[in-house]
């Protein structure tokens, strides 16, 4: 895979192929004693290991959120203020962790993820990084077929290369397929997660993205034979020091 470009990567990757060749195996949470969820846009928390966060905290571990990107951008088009839409993001964001039982997210308040900014970005989770100490990080995966995503990833690798810490880092799934060499069973947790991802009403106000991301959890339950498990969430998921290597030969 490496020796293709990086567009025919994400192309390749997008046939979903890889499904023939690996299938993940089941893990079980907690995911050592604190995780930490680095989302780039308020809901992706939610959508991408909302199940998998509330099987974690269910065994006594402690998790905390990120949000990066401030929320703007489509105000213009629902006839709000840049600074209406980002409160009314991070107050969604708030009403999800809330509902996690966890303290409320810390917003970096980027108004774009974008090249320029992605060293600033991995020095600002390096600093969280070393202050949280986590056990594992969540973060979107590097060919999610989102710009801010993907930059949000890279960052996140360089912060991991600067601190040196022994932590497993998950890729979830998101707007693409990750390939995937884990997974985390959540049937009992399904409507939990639909519930949190109802949170971002302004989201979801014309895209039912709990109907959406309840029917790839039930896909993903396929290659566990979809009888006793119904629904999956999937990640890849690598040591620290090989999430960097992975990240920075896709990046490129």
């Avoid at 199940?51 to 905390?64: E, F, I, P, T, Y």
């Avoid at 070393?130 to 949000?152: C, K, R, S, T, W």
């Amino acid at each position: 895979m490496f020796e293709l470009d990086r567009k025919t990567q994400a192309v390749f990757h997008a046939t979903n192929i890889l499904k023939r060749y690996i299938k993940p195996i089941q893990v079980r949470p907690p995911f050592g004693k604190r995780c930490l969820v680095v989302a780039p846009h308020s809901d992706d928390e939610a959508i991408g290991c909302g199940g998998s966060v509330l099987s974690h905290l269910s065994k006594n571990g402690d998790a905390r959120i990120i949000i990066v990107q401030d929320g703007s951008g489509a105000e213009a088009a629902i006839g709000l203020s840049r600074k209406e839409l980002i409160e009314i993001r991070e107050q969604e964001s708030i009403e999800c962790a809330k509902r996690l039982g966890i303290e409320a997210p810390r917003f970096l308040r980027y108004a774009r993820v974008g090249v320029d900014n992605v060293s600033r970005l991995a020095a600002d989770l390096e600093g969280i990084i070393m202050e949280y100490q986590p056990d594992a990080v969540f973060g979107p995966f590097i060919l999610d077929h989102n710009y801010e995503h993907e930059n949000v990833s890279l960052a996140l690798a360089l912060a991991l290369e600067r601190t040196g810490l022994d932590v497993e880092v998950y890729s979830y799934e998101v707007w693409g397929l990750c390939i995937p060499n884990v997974a985390v069973f959540i049937d009992e947790f399904i409507d939990a997660k639909c519930e949190l991802i109802a949170c971002f009403k302004s989201q979801t106000r014309c895209n039912d993205y709990a109907h959406a991301f309840k029917g790839l959890a039930m896909y993903n339950s396929l290659q566990f034979g979809a009888i006793d498990t119904k629904y999956v969430e999937r990640f890849l998921a690598l040591p620290g020091n090989e999430y960097v290597d992975f990240v920075k030969k896709v990046a490129g």
